[in-house]
């Protein structure tokens, strides 16, 4: 099994300095960390343990103005180490270390109390005590408390006896869910190229995988495995790793990005949650308070939205909750996050993802209530179908399985034998509730009679223009999907690329058969002399967007040749210029515009397009002013 450990506690508690006791390894690299005495970034080390269990440690910053820092490298920790300096006791930052431990659910840790060199025995004894106290109601409550010196190495032997222990209780982390790594680091090795770092949450990872970053669905192919600086075949959820990529560029991924197995995540901009406001805080949460939400190692601001219509939530208390996120994150069902106050940036709270690709809603019906109680109490039994019951769209099981980090083979079987609703896009199965189905086609024809009020000289309109006015979360292959399925009940007209409902545009469709039975014979009359569109409109005695519409048509039919927006000539006009080109170049061995111009007895202004088009479909060669007939 394979665990990390993690420091918390205060600024100069000795965390960085116990690590390097404990490891050998000054997890300190930056020479600014250095120079200060003060940890900035996450460090990193490797802990052998008594029974020879292997621990990757994460060391993080005390200090308050790096929060952030400390919450990116706990949420990939097994078992905590909570520093407590004998000299100082319990301080600010432990408190809201210890706070933030407890809202990521860490149930394994060890206490200890460090400088014990500094402090008589009826000291360390209140300081026990004090931490004690402080333990009880958290998820670490009843932990060993070790007191210990990094200077004098007393206690060390006691603190590994103790980690050796309590790593023994630690639950495994899944390595039969798809692969996933928060990522924490990244940089570049000459010859090798990008490498990020991470704890492996789930899953495996070995040499020539193919990994996605998310949210930017950015790929690549893993080259090689690392755990504790050395190559590895084959790495597991729970240990260190670094990974080098190649597909990608340094700058094409940061911090706070997820590497995980292609398509195993759920992008999202909103989770719904069961958020938890600590009790420590003076004021009450405001439905809406905007926060900073920290998950994985990612950061991101966003608003709290309490659900029901509830005005706020007082310390201490829980709720449902749904965060409307300023940037897209992809968690999944289970994950732990931390919130802070906008301004100042104080720990004010966490909680878990619940339905990680929601509606936008803050009023729950029954059964999005009951769903979410299901997932609050970890009842995955149906709850596939709990999220498709509770969409207004279409999901695939892909969808379902990623949103709750399951298998997509159980969640499929669980899918196909329920009573929803689906139907084939390409490959893929979608389901949806019979309600929600026809709300949609519902929604399509209502969208549609809408547009035709609102545009009644149009005699269509576009399927991605209507599936804007529909719902944009639809993906445009399902809505044609969608689109044919309202066609084949006779709800709308699919023609030529638009979207018709069938009793509307009458009006529309009979004006521009008008067009088009009036503008290909004038064409015919102007020969190579063809007036402008809204001249043929204004003698055809339609609107100008009509004419232009049924010039299009012609156009696709074959029987008007486009050369430019206000310029199209019969095609017979244009196959007879043709043959007198090619008439003349038979004749002569070149071609002058002006040549041109009194072949075909028509102005320079129609001349020069024609001979272009000539030119693209390889008839003649221009070399400069001059023309000859291509060799065939």
Do not use: C
């Not at 929060?67 to 180490?81: C, H």
């Not at 503008?519 to 003698?539: D, W, Y």
């Amino acid at each position: 099994m394979s665990l990390v450990l993690g420091t918390a506690g205060h600024i100069d508690h000795g965390k960085s300095a116990l690590v390097k006791a404990l490891t050998g390894t000054d997890p300190d690299r930056l020479p600014e960390e250095k120079e200060r005495g003060v940890t900035i970034e996450l460090g990193f080390a490797q802990l052998t343990l008594p029974s020879g269990t292997v621990m990757g440690v994460v060391d993080v910053p005390g200090h308050e103005r790096f929060v952030r820092q400390m919450v990116a490298g706990a949420t990939g920790i097994d078992v905590v180490l909570l520093v407590v300096a004998a000299d100082d006791g319990v301080m600010p930052q432990t408190r809201e270390h210890l706070a933030i431990i407890d809202l990521l659910g860490i149930e394994r840790g060890v206490v200890a109390i460090t400088k014990s060199d500094l402090a008589d025995p009826s000291w360390l004894a209140l300081v026990r005590e004090d931490v004690a106290r402080l333990l009880v109601g958290t998820s670490i409550e009843g932990a060993p408390v070790v007191a210990v010196s990094a200077r004098t190495r007393e206690g060390l032997d006691e603190l590994r006896e103790a980690l050796d222990l309590v790593a023994g209780e630690a639950v495994s982390r899944h390595a039969d869910q798809p692969m996933r790594l928060p990522v924490d680091r990244v940089f570049t090795i000459a010859g090798a190229g990008t490498v990020v770092t991470g704890t492996l949450w789930t899953g495996r990872v070995q040499r020539d995988d193919q990994v996605e970053v998310f949210p930017s669905g950015r790929s690549g192919r893993v080259r090689g495995v690392q755990v504790h600086s050395s190559a590895v075949p084959l790495a597991t959820a729970g240990q260190r790793v670094a990974l080098n990529i190649v597909g990608l560029d340094k700058d094409e991924i940061a911090r706070g990005e997820v590497v995980a197995a292609p398509g195993s995540l759920t992008v999202t901009d909103r989770i719904d949650a069961l958020l938890t406001y600590l009790p420590g805080n003076e004021h009450p949460l405001e439905s809406g308070a905007r926060v900073h939400v920290h998950h994985g190692t990612a950061e991101v601001l966003a608003r709290v939205l309490l659900m029901d219509d509830r005005p706020e939530l007082a310390p201490g208390e829980h709720a449902y909750a749904q965060l409307r996120l300023e940037q897209p994150i992809a968690p999944r069902y289970g994950d732990r996050f931390i919130i802070r106050s906008y301004s100042p940036v104080l720990t004010i709270g966490g909680g878990v993802v619940l339905d990680a690709l929601p509606p936008r809603r803050t009023h729950l019906r029954e059964e999005e209530r009951s769903l979410l109680n299901a997932l609050a109490g970890h009842d995955l039994t149906g709850a596939a179908i709990g999220l498709v019951t509770s969409r207004a769209t279409p999901m695939t099981s892909a969808d379902a399985a990623a949103a709750l980090g399951l298998e997509r083979s159980g969640v499929a079987d669980d899918l196909n034998r329920s009573s929803l609703e689906r139907f084939k896009v390409g490959s893929e199965t979608y389901y949806v509730t019979h309600e929600a189905f026809e709300r949609l086609l519902s929604a399509i024809v209502a969208a549609l009679l809408g547009f035709h009020s609102a545009h009644p000289k149009a005699t269509g309109v576009a399927a991605g223009a209507l599936r804007d006015l529909v719902d944009k979360r639809i993906a445009p292959r399902v809505f044609d999907a969608l689109l044919e399925i309202a066609a084949s009940r006779g709800l709308v007209r699919l023609v030529g690329g638009q979207v018709r409902h069938p009793q509307a545009a009458a009006a529309a469709l009979a004006e521009e058969d008008t067009a088009l039975a009036a503008l290909e014979p004038l064409l015919r009359e102007q020969g190579l002399a063809p007036s402008t569109v809204p001249e043929l409109a204004a003698a055809a005695g339609v609107d100008v967007d009509v004419a232009r519409r049924a010039l299009g048509k012609l156009a696709g039919a074959g029987q008007v040749v486009r050369l430019g927006p206000d310029l199209h000539f019969a095609t017979e006009a244009v196959d007879d210029a043709r043959r007198k080109v090619v008439s003349y170049l038979t004749e002569h061995p070149t071609m002058l515009a002006r040549d041109a111009r009194d072949a075909l007895g028509t102005s320079r202004k129609y001349v020069v397009p024609l001979l272009e088009y000539f030119d693209s479909e390889g008839l003649t060669r221009r070399e400069g002013d001059v023309r000859t007939l291509r060799a065939k």
